[in-house]
Protein backbone atom coordinates (compact mmCIF):
# COMPACT_ATOMS: atom_id res chain seq x y z
CA UNK A 1 0.00 0.00 0.00
CA UNK A 2 1.10 3.98 -0.70
CA UNK A 3 1.92 5.43 2.82
CA UNK A 4 1.17 9.14 2.68
CA UNK A 5 2.31 11.70 5.33
CA UNK A 6 1.62 15.05 5.70
CA UNK A 7 3.65 18.05 7.49
CA UNK A 8 3.03 19.91 10.17
CA UNK A 9 0.47 18.42 11.67
CA UNK A 10 -1.12 21.78 12.30
CA UNK A 11 0.15 25.29 11.54
CA UNK A 12 -1.38 28.70 12.94
CA UNK A 13 -0.97 31.09 10.11
CA UNK A 14 -1.64 35.13 10.15
CA UNK A 15 -4.61 36.40 8.08
CA UNK A 16 -3.40 37.53 4.81
CA UNK A 17 -0.07 35.36 5.01
CA UNK A 18 0.95 32.18 3.10
CA UNK A 19 0.46 28.64 4.46
CA UNK A 20 1.86 25.69 3.53
CA UNK A 21 1.34 21.94 3.95
CA UNK A 22 3.52 18.73 2.48
CA UNK A 23 2.20 15.52 1.47
CA UNK A 24 5.00 12.72 0.99
CA UNK A 25 4.11 9.62 -0.44
CA UNK A 26 5.94 6.47 -0.27
CA UNK A 27 6.22 5.50 -3.49
CA UNK A 28 5.71 7.71 -6.97
CA UNK A 29 2.17 8.32 -8.10
CA UNK A 30 3.19 9.91 -11.46
CA UNK A 31 1.59 7.97 -13.98
CA UNK A 32 3.85 7.17 -17.05
CA UNK A 33 1.12 7.03 -19.32
CA UNK A 34 -0.32 10.38 -19.32
CA UNK A 35 2.65 12.31 -17.14
CA UNK A 36 -0.29 13.24 -14.19
CA UNK A 37 0.90 12.80 -10.58
CA UNK A 38 -2.38 10.54 -9.65
CA UNK A 39 -2.48 12.83 -6.17
CA UNK A 40 -5.58 15.38 -4.74
CA UNK A 41 -5.79 17.42 -2.25
CA UNK A 42 -9.06 18.18 -0.23
CA UNK A 43 -10.16 20.47 2.57
CA UNK A 44 -12.62 19.78 5.89
CA UNK A 45 -14.21 21.89 7.36
CA UNK A 46 -15.93 20.81 10.83
CA UNK A 47 -19.02 19.50 10.48
CA UNK A 48 -18.84 19.00 7.07
CA UNK A 49 -17.44 16.36 4.25
CA UNK A 50 -14.39 17.10 1.90
CA UNK A 51 -14.18 18.83 -0.83
CA UNK A 52 -11.84 18.55 -3.72
CA UNK A 53 -9.20 21.12 -4.02
CA UNK A 54 -6.78 20.14 -6.27
CA UNK A 55 -6.47 17.20 -8.59
CA UNK A 56 -3.39 15.66 -10.56
CA UNK A 57 -1.14 17.22 -8.09
CA UNK A 58 -1.77 21.16 -9.38
CA UNK A 59 -5.19 21.20 -11.38
CA UNK A 60 -7.47 23.39 -9.51
CA UNK A 61 -11.20 21.96 -9.13
CA UNK A 62 -13.95 24.62 -10.81
CA UNK A 63 -14.63 27.22 -8.02
CA UNK A 64 -12.15 26.96 -5.85
CA UNK A 65 -9.87 30.58 -5.63
CA UNK A 66 -6.64 31.18 -6.87
CA UNK A 67 -5.19 31.68 -3.52
CA UNK A 68 -4.94 28.03 -3.27
CA UNK A 69 -2.12 26.22 -5.47
CA UNK A 70 -0.84 22.74 -5.62
CA UNK A 71 2.57 21.42 -6.44
CA UNK A 72 5.14 18.55 -6.68
CA UNK A 73 5.67 15.21 -8.99
CA UNK A 74 7.01 12.03 -7.64
CA UNK A 75 6.53 11.71 -4.16
CA UNK A 76 6.75 14.99 -2.86
CA UNK A 77 3.67 17.15 -3.29
CA UNK A 78 2.82 20.97 -1.76
CA UNK A 79 -0.26 22.99 -1.00
CA UNK A 80 0.04 26.56 -0.48
CA UNK A 81 -2.42 29.03 0.23
CA UNK A 82 -0.84 32.17 -0.54
CA UNK A 83 -2.96 34.47 1.63
CA UNK A 84 -5.23 32.81 4.19
CA UNK A 85 -8.32 33.82 4.99
CA UNK A 86 -10.66 32.98 7.71
CA UNK A 87 -12.81 30.85 5.81
CA UNK A 88 -9.57 28.48 5.41
CA UNK A 89 -9.68 27.41 8.74
CA UNK A 90 -10.03 23.63 8.16
CA UNK A 91 -8.21 20.55 7.88
CA UNK A 92 -6.39 19.81 4.65
CA UNK A 93 -5.73 15.96 3.56
CA UNK A 94 -3.68 14.71 -0.05
CA UNK A 95 -4.96 11.20 -1.29
CA UNK A 96 -3.41 9.42 -4.11
CA UNK A 97 -5.22 7.23 -6.46
CA UNK A 98 -2.86 6.02 -8.47
CA UNK A 99 -3.24 2.69 -7.15
CA UNK A 100 -5.42 0.76 -4.76
CA UNK A 101 -6.17 0.82 -1.99
CA UNK A 102 -6.43 4.61 -2.51
CA UNK A 103 -5.38 6.46 0.86
CA UNK A 104 -5.23 10.03 2.38
CA UNK A 105 -3.06 11.33 4.57
CA UNK A 106 -3.66 12.00 7.85
CA UNK A 107 -4.57 15.92 7.80
CA UNK A 108 -2.94 19.43 8.51
CA UNK A 109 -4.94 21.63 10.50
CA UNK A 110 -4.86 24.97 9.86
CA UNK A 111 -5.78 27.59 11.89
CA UNK A 112 -4.96 31.62 12.55
CA UNK A 113 -2.93 32.70 14.25
CA UNK B 1 -26.02 20.44 -9.46
CA UNK B 2 -24.57 17.34 -8.35
CA UNK B 3 -26.61 16.06 -4.95
CA UNK B 4 -25.38 13.15 -3.20
CA UNK B 5 -27.71 11.59 -0.59
CA UNK B 6 -27.12 8.58 1.85
CA UNK B 7 -29.08 7.32 3.97
CA UNK B 8 -29.34 3.80 6.06
CA UNK B 9 -26.84 5.03 9.11
CA UNK B 10 -27.70 4.10 12.44
CA UNK B 11 -26.92 1.64 15.72
CA UNK B 12 -26.23 -1.79 14.63
CA UNK B 13 -24.86 -4.82 17.09
CA UNK B 14 -21.76 -6.02 16.40
CA UNK B 15 -21.82 -9.28 13.73
CA UNK B 16 -24.93 -7.55 12.39
CA UNK B 17 -25.72 -5.84 8.75
CA UNK B 18 -26.72 -2.72 6.92
CA UNK B 19 -26.93 -1.17 3.60
CA UNK B 20 -26.39 1.97 2.90
CA UNK B 21 -28.08 3.83 -0.23
CA UNK B 22 -26.70 6.93 -1.69
CA UNK B 23 -29.01 8.61 -4.05
CA UNK B 24 -27.36 11.11 -6.65
CA UNK B 25 -28.87 13.53 -8.85
CA UNK B 26 -27.60 16.52 -11.22
CA UNK B 27 -24.99 14.11 -13.43
CA UNK B 28 -25.11 11.40 -15.44
CA UNK B 29 -24.91 8.41 -13.26
CA UNK B 30 -23.86 5.77 -14.74
CA UNK B 31 -20.94 7.60 -16.67
CA UNK B 32 -18.88 8.21 -13.25
CA UNK B 33 -17.22 6.37 -10.88
CA UNK B 34 -18.37 6.29 -7.15
CA UNK B 35 -16.18 5.62 -3.94
CA UNK B 36 -17.65 5.00 -0.26
CA UNK B 37 -14.89 6.88 2.43
CA UNK B 38 -15.58 6.64 5.90
CA UNK B 39 -14.28 8.77 8.68
CA UNK B 40 -14.59 7.23 12.43
CA UNK B 41 -15.29 9.81 15.31
CA UNK B 42 -12.12 12.05 15.39
CA UNK B 43 -10.44 10.66 12.78
CA UNK B 44 -9.02 10.85 9.45
CA UNK B 45 -10.61 10.06 5.91
CA UNK B 46 -9.91 6.30 5.20
CA UNK B 47 -10.83 5.02 1.85
CA UNK B 48 -13.43 1.99 1.81
CA UNK B 49 -14.57 1.15 -1.64
CA UNK B 50 -14.81 2.08 -5.89
CA UNK B 51 -16.93 0.87 -7.85
CA UNK B 52 -16.10 2.24 -11.77
CA UNK B 53 -18.56 3.84 -14.19
CA UNK B 54 -19.16 1.78 -17.15
CA UNK B 55 -17.87 -1.33 -16.75
CA UNK B 56 -18.54 -1.58 -12.75
CA UNK B 57 -15.14 -3.05 -11.36
CA UNK B 58 -15.27 -2.82 -7.94
CA UNK B 59 -11.91 -1.96 -5.46
CA UNK B 60 -11.97 -3.19 -1.97
CA UNK B 61 -10.10 -1.88 1.49
CA UNK B 62 -8.19 -4.81 2.73
CA UNK B 63 -10.22 -3.84 5.80
CA UNK B 64 -13.47 -4.19 4.42
CA UNK B 65 -12.48 -6.82 2.24
CA UNK B 66 -15.08 -10.20 2.22
CA UNK B 67 -17.78 -8.20 4.25
CA UNK B 68 -18.62 -5.23 2.29
CA UNK B 69 -20.10 -4.85 -1.19
CA UNK B 70 -20.24 -2.20 -3.39
CA UNK B 71 -23.12 -1.73 -6.20
CA UNK B 72 -24.74 0.33 -8.42
CA UNK B 73 -28.43 0.80 -9.60
CA UNK B 74 -27.78 3.08 -12.67
CA UNK B 75 -31.70 2.79 -13.78
CA UNK B 76 -32.51 4.37 -10.11
CA UNK B 77 -29.25 6.71 -10.17
CA UNK B 78 -28.30 4.80 -6.65
CA UNK B 79 -24.80 3.89 -5.34
CA UNK B 80 -24.99 1.00 -2.11
CA UNK B 81 -22.62 -0.09 0.41
CA UNK B 82 -24.07 -3.70 1.78
CA UNK B 83 -21.86 -3.98 5.14
CA UNK B 84 -21.70 -7.81 6.65
CA UNK B 85 -20.36 -8.86 9.19
CA UNK B 86 -20.02 -5.46 11.27
CA UNK B 87 -17.23 -4.57 13.80
CA UNK B 88 -16.94 -1.99 16.45
CA UNK B 89 -14.14 -0.81 14.01
CA UNK B 90 -16.34 0.17 11.40
CA UNK B 91 -18.28 2.60 13.63
CA UNK B 92 -17.92 6.23 11.14
CA UNK B 93 -19.82 8.55 9.05
CA UNK B 94 -19.88 7.25 5.72
CA UNK B 95 -19.58 9.37 2.73
CA UNK B 96 -20.55 8.84 -0.56
CA UNK B 97 -18.61 10.53 -2.90
CA UNK B 98 -19.26 11.14 -6.79
CA UNK B 99 -15.70 10.70 -9.61
CA UNK B 100 -14.00 12.86 -11.67
CA UNK B 101 -14.35 10.18 -14.59
CA UNK B 102 -15.57 6.93 -15.54
CA UNK B 103 -12.52 5.55 -14.68
CA UNK B 104 -12.10 4.07 -10.96
CA UNK B 105 -8.12 6.09 -10.51
CA UNK B 106 -9.48 9.62 -10.23
CA UNK B 107 -10.58 12.00 -7.15
CA UNK B 108 -13.48 12.53 -5.80
CA UNK B 109 -15.19 15.90 -6.59
CA UNK B 110 -18.77 16.14 -5.06
CA UNK B 111 -19.49 14.25 -1.73
CA UNK B 112 -22.63 13.72 0.37
CA UNK B 113 -23.19 14.88 3.87
CA UNK B 114 -23.01 11.32 5.12
CA UNK B 115 -24.42 9.22 7.37
CA UNK B 116 -23.53 7.51 10.91
CA UNK B 117 -22.80 3.96 11.33
CA UNK B 118 -22.45 2.86 14.83
CA UNK B 119 -21.65 -0.45 15.73
CA UNK B 120 -21.83 -1.17 19.80
CA UNK B 121 -24.18 -3.84 21.95
Known amino acids: DIVMTQSPDSLAVSLGERATISCKSS????????????LAWYQQKPGQPPKLLIY???TRESGVPERFSGSGSGTDFTLTISSLQAEDVAVYCC?????????FGPGTRVEIK | EVQLVESGGGLIQPGGSLRLPCAAS????????MTWVRQAPGKGLEWVST????????YYADSVKGRFTISRDNSKNTLYLQMDSLRAEDTAIYYC??????????????WGQGTLVTVSS
Open chain 2, 26 to 33: GFTFSGYS
Open chain 1, 95 to 103: QQYYSFPFT
Open chain 2, 51 to 58: ISGGTANT
Open chain 1, 56 to 58: WAS
Open chain 1, 27 to 38: QSVLYNSNNKNQ
Open chain 2, 97 to 110: AKGRMPSAYTGSDS
